[in-house]
């Protein structure tokens, strides 16, 4: 097979969750450029429908359901009509997900349930649902997690205080490790990719307290994450370049976790 027919998407499906803007709308993009059929979800029908409207003027057709997938029958919802309308989803890339700032002993217990309940435990309900309905049945899927280097490590004294945040991405790592272990019968891979910083809606307090400058000085290659840099990984594992590839982190963070 060629290296083009291998990162091909012409006829597969996907479902892409938080894609209305930022990291999951550039990986809905590259999935879409490679000729992939997308639905994008959010909770926010306005912006799925800004999503949907910049995809088509990139010549890329997508649907869209809004859908809050901290509530568990809204996620299942969401996957019954993804599949009403694509009829099967090849792709599922859980990119959902919510940040909190706060000092470890004054951190909210509200708020520590809420990044859980969207970052580990919509991502377990959506993919739970795709797998039963559509890839462990077709015994195909591709399935990318978005995970993060705050799931790797710690932050630096002195920085941000994410305690709920870091611990939910270090169980996407987890989750996916042990969930590719599991479905690789099904001929399912399972990966995770985790960037570093990136411009977007949760993190421009980040970006506005410590500036981009400082920010790319803490990376070997003196930069931040851009518009185009999640989507050759993305690609890699959604397609069948990446079909001997399961249950693996890939930081795409500048070489932030190199040193």
Known sequence: MSIQKLFDLSGKTALVTGSSRGLGLQIA????????RLILTSRKQADLDDAVAHLKSEG??????????????????????????LGQIDIL??????????????HPLEAWDKVMNLNIRSLFVVTQAV?????????????VNIASIAGLKGNA????????YNTSKGAVVNFTRALASEWGIYNITVNAIAPGFFPSKMTRGILAQFGEDRL????PLHRIGGREDLKGAAILFASEAGQHITGQILAVD???TAI
């Open 29 to 36: 993009e590259a999935l879409g450029e490679q000729g992939a």
């Open 60 to 85: 890329i057709e997508a649907g869209a359901f809004a859908a809050d997938l901290s509530d568990p029958v809204q996620a299942q919802t969401l996957v019954s009509a993804a599949l009403g309308e």
């Open 93 to 106: 890339v859980n990119n959902a997900g919510a940040t909190w700032g706060a000092p470890a002993e004054d």
């Open 131 to 143: 797998g039963k309905s559509s890839m462990i049945p077709r015994q195909f899927g591709h399935i």
């Open 157 to 164: 004294p002195g920085t941000i205080q994410t305690l709920a």
């Open 216 to 219: 790319a000085q803490r990376a």
């Open 254 to 256: 500048g070489g932030v």
